[in-house]
């Protein structure tokens, strides 16, 4: 016995040391600043003697896959690259795009969009450079696409880079990037983040791929107010500022993100000061943020909880064919009601896909309003009524009784049980599936129920492909099937005149065109009532009291970073 | 007992085998990776196949399940897409020491769960030390005053810290013992991580925040194991061996401790033996609370994106500490029954 304690208390130490020891903070890598040396003026964490150091504490409920740009569609690691990397043009609080890398945002009045909308020419600021001192030039711009397009690079996305047949550099500071075809959604899908060439391409050169890059998960080397200095696997990142940086430095020493994946964890770190910014905070842990102290800030992002129907003859309720039916839908359940008592009225209801990008939603659209009465009215007109007295309406033989599904998100739950209750006194049965979130969403290939199209109503969160107002995935040749069973229209809707809309605007470079294109699929998605608008899904964070001149966005989030203080 | 050791290895290959099929089966059928490599997104179509391709996910299960096995070093592979597999594969395989790499983290598993290990270690081992030690002095006083008011006492206040859920008691401590104390104005415990940004990651703020922790993880099993101990300290106390030591002028202490104790502990040592395999695993419920990078989070977060080869590294290095510590389990026993003998 004493030997196995003696045992016990020897490992119970060298863990200790071993952990003490190995992960305190380390300098950037030397090897990956190049010829310039460090760039990451750094300060050790244990500073007790440095009170001034301004740490904040981000909370992010999930770790890093990567911190690369192009190999991740993460939100979470997207956050990063207003730290140690950039957008080319990046986005506000209002989610209107301003120049960061470039002079100017491409247009066809300054030159930067050709009259056949293929070409798109960029001018770079001329005093823009990486970590280590070393210029970033059109070249990286090159480089970035070439990586995106590379069969050999595992990247998540090659959109919309593999749209692109050449990108090519006139000077150091233009770049020149030429589109196969005219491609509308340029401005929202390209250039999220840079690669520094001169880090990656001698190992894409030597190995021919830069998947197993240390850069990857170590960009030591970056263009943003922070450089990367740190990430402990499942337990945190650090940041500290760049003194090399081109533009405003920033005001606060050090970003240090701890990953804690509890909610409930997190709002007690928010509570106890542990923490000075809190990420995905749930509407029900809103009120106690509150009462200790925080604020919280709530910015839209093109998302918005929808309801689909399965308009659909092989898939889908009968009844749901017919757009009357689908209008009582709307019209008996209160989504004012569910914002204001469910979601404490920090949302709103959506009355269009484009709620989140006023341009686009041109003429604003207004909800079908809360009126049981119009709907039992709607009901009768379309011949579904409840002869038998069993409190459900039916026609020729068929029940109105539907099958509506969503994941096991306490806030749809809680929706499905109102609705199910409202849709209950108009004389519509609906029967309500919480499924887990894998099992939902799992691909057509392995049964999953949403991409089967298996109930008459899904529910999930949803938008267009924000900033851009693009909606691809309605295409009818979207539908998943055995042949394509990487469809995405998993709404099963094939509208001929929605599709000539979709595939047209995704051409138009003329915003004003496309504006109109839009306006005319957005009073057709109304008109047809495809799609029942719940509430808006913004990005939700709270924010300690110490934590000053915070700004978000819905597409580059921590667009002021650098403007960031700390008070106490 | 050299030979009985080797005996039990070999035996255990052929098992690691058949428990690498089965799991990697199972595993290959919890989730598709890449259906959650776009973001908040549907992963569009083109990436999708481009990159189960790449990924190599779009072979059969058993060609992947041979890759894991041996590598694919001696294989080309169809990068591009046009249908002409062109370019060699360099895994290596698990029997040569690769256990591949992650799909999601993009380096090698066992880099991956080495950075891992040692957090898991240091709470689980802190832990376990606290439940034996603890349950020892709880068990033997509670057998030695066997239905006095401190044994029903104690036998009540575990009997609730065993009916709660570990995720409760960790919850409630962080919010007594962060929150409240703080809101109080009395020294209070760190909620998350492992120490505080702004002190630095030192020994003692490490210890500092382990105590929630630890104080979660060894207040179950605690329970079960003090009660377990006093259980077998009592029948072994009521034997006549015990009562010659007494009758012989033995001290108490001697008794208790050299007669009773040893061999009271065997069936405790086979508990303890089936346990710690099992803390290389980590606590998956407490780290997640506590925010502790632990093997449990580690395990937890790459089931959650189906990252097959880190999943299987894990579960195949529990497996093979079983299989050890089952053998070292056996050993410890003829070392504390001289009557066991394993060899003819």
């Known amino acids: 016995m004493r030997m196995r304690k003696s045992l016990m208390f020897f490992l119970v130490v060298v863990a200790l040391i071993l952990s003490a020891c190995g992960g305190a903070p380390t300098p950037a890598s030397p090897g990956e600043q190049g010829a310039a040396g460090p760039a990451v003026t750094e300060q050790p964490a244990a500073a007790p003697s440095q009170p001034e150091r301004k740490v904040a504490t981000l909370i992010y409920t999930q770790e890093f896959d990567n911190l690369a740009p192009l190999y991740t569609s993460m939100w979470f690691v997207w956050t990063t690259w207003q730290m140690n990397n950039h957008w080319a043009w990046e986005f506000d609080e209002n989610n209107e795009p301003f120049p960061r890398l470039v002079t100017e945002i491409p247009s066809a009045e300054n030159g930067g969009i050709s009259e056949d909308g293929r070409v798109i020419t960029m001018k770079l600021r001329d005093d823009i450079k990486w970590s280590d001192d070393t210029p970033l030039t059109a070249d990286d711009f090159i480089f970035t696409w070439e990586m995106a397009v590379s069969p050999s690079n595992t990247v998540a996305t090659t959109y919309p880079y593999d749209a692109i047949e050449s990108v090519t550099a006139l000077d150091p500071q233009t770049v020149v990037v030429t589109f196969t075809d005219p491609f509308a959604p340029w401005l929202a899908t390209l250039w999220h983040g840079i690669l520094p060439a001169h880090v990656l391409r001698p190992i894409y050169e030597a190995e021919g791929t830069i998947d197993n890059a240390d850069w990857l998960r170590n960009p030591t080397v970056g263009c943003g107010p922070y450089s990367f200095a740190e990430w402990e696997s499942g337990s945190y990142a650090r940041f500290v500022r760049n003194e090399n940086y081109w533009g405003t430095p920033a005001k606060i020493d050090e970003i240090f993100i701890r990953f804690v994946p509890d909610d409930a964890s997190q709002v007690a770190a928010l509570k106890a000061g542990d923490a000075d910014l809190g990420t995905f905070i749930s509407y029900a842990d809103v009120p106690g943020l509150k009462d200790a102290g925080l604020s919280i800030m709530v910015e839209p992002n093109g998302y918005s909880e929808w309801m689909f129907f399965m308009v659909n003859e092989e898939k889908g309720h009968p009844a749901l064919l017919d757009v009357r039916v689908r209008k009582a839908i709307a019209m008996a359940i209160d989504r004012e009601g569910i914002n204001r008592d469910l979601l404490l009225g920090l949302t709103k209801v959506p009355a269009s896909f484009w709620d989140a990008l006023p341009y686009y939603n041109d003429p604003p659209l207004e909800n079908y309003p809360y009126d049981p009465e119009a709907a039992k009215a709607l009901l009768d007109e379309a011949g579904w009524v409840d002869a038998n007295g069993d409190g459900v309406r039916e026609k020729d033989g068929v029940d109105l009784e539907i099958d509506h599904a969503t994941t096991i998100r306490e806030i749809r739950q809680d929706a499905q049980a109102v609705m199910q209750q409202q849709l209950a006194t108009v004389g519509i049965k609906l029967n309500v599936s919480p499924v887990d979130d894998t099992l939902y969403f799992a691909s057509y290939a392995e049964n999953g129920p949403a991409a089967r199209g298996e109930f008459d109503i899904q529910e999930w969160s949803d938008g267009p492909l924000f900033p851009d107002p693009d909606l691809y995935y309605w295409l009818c040749d979207q539908i998943p099937t055995d042949e394509n069973p990487v469809g995405e229209n998993w709404f099963y809707i094939c509208d001929e005149e929605l599709d000539s809309l979709i595939k047209l605007q995704s051409t138009q470079v003329d915003a004003a065109e496309r504006q109109k294109t839009i306006s005319q699929i957005n009073q057709l998605f109304y008109d047809q009532v495809y799609i029942i608008g719940l509430w808006q899904d913004p990005d939700v964070y709270a924010v300690g009291s110490r934590l000053k001149n915070v700004k978000f966005s819905g597409v580059t989030m921590f667009f002021n970073i650098s403007e960031w203080d700390l008070e106490e | ?344």
């Open chain 2, 1 to 344: 007992m050299g030979r009985y050791i080797l005996k039990r290895l070999l035996q255990g290959i052929p098992l690691l085998f058949f428990v690498s099929l089965i799991l990697f089966l199972l595993m290959m059928n919890m989730g598709d990776p890449v259906a959650t490599m776009g973001g908040r997104r549907v992963t569009r179509s083109s990436d999708y196949e481009r990159l189960r391709r790449q990924l190599g996910l779009d072979k059969p299960i058993y060609i992947q399940y041979l890759y894991w096995l041996i590598g694919n070093d001696w294989a080309k592979t169809d990068l591009d897409g046009d249908g002409i597999a062109e370019t060699p594969g360099t895994r290596h395989g698990i029997l040569r020491g690769d256990f591949g790499t992650s799909l999601l983290a993009r380096k090698p598993v066992l880099e991956v769960i080495g950075e891992r290990l040692p957090n898991t270690l240091m709470l689980m081992v802190a832990s376990e030390f606290v439940i034996i030690l603890g349950s020892l002095l709880v068990g033997i006083y509670s057998a030695l005053r066997q239905y006095s008011f401190m044994d029903n006492l104690l036998t009540a206040i575990l009997f609730i810290a065993y009916s709660m859920p570990i995720f409760f008691i960790a919850l409630i401590s962080m919010y007594v013992f962060s929150v409240l104390f703080k809101r109080w104005g009395l020294p209070y415990l760190p909620t998350v991580g492992m120490f505080d940004p702004q002190a630095g990651r030192t020994t003692a703020q490490v210890l500092w925040h382990m105590v929630l922790p630890v104080l979660s993880i060894s207040l179950i099993s605690f329970a079960a194991y003090s009660r377990y101990i006093r259980s077998t300290m009592l029948e072994v106390m009521s034997q006549d061996y015990i009562r010659t030591a007494k009758s012989k002028g033995l001290p108490g202490r001697e008794v208790v401790f050299i007669h009773a104790l040893k061999n009271a502990s065997l069936p405790i040592v086979t508990v303890i033996g089936l346990d710690l395999p099992l803390l290389l695993g980590g606590a998956v419920v407490t780290e997640r609370i506590f925010a502790w990078p632990g093997m449990g989070r580690l395990f937890l977060d790459h089931v959650d994106r189906a990252d097959l080869p880190v999943v299987m590294g894990i579960l195949m290095l529990i497996a093979v500490a079983v299989v050890v510590f089952q053998i070292i389990t056996d050993v410890v026993y003829a070392w504390l029954d001289p009557r066991i003998r394993y060899e003819k």
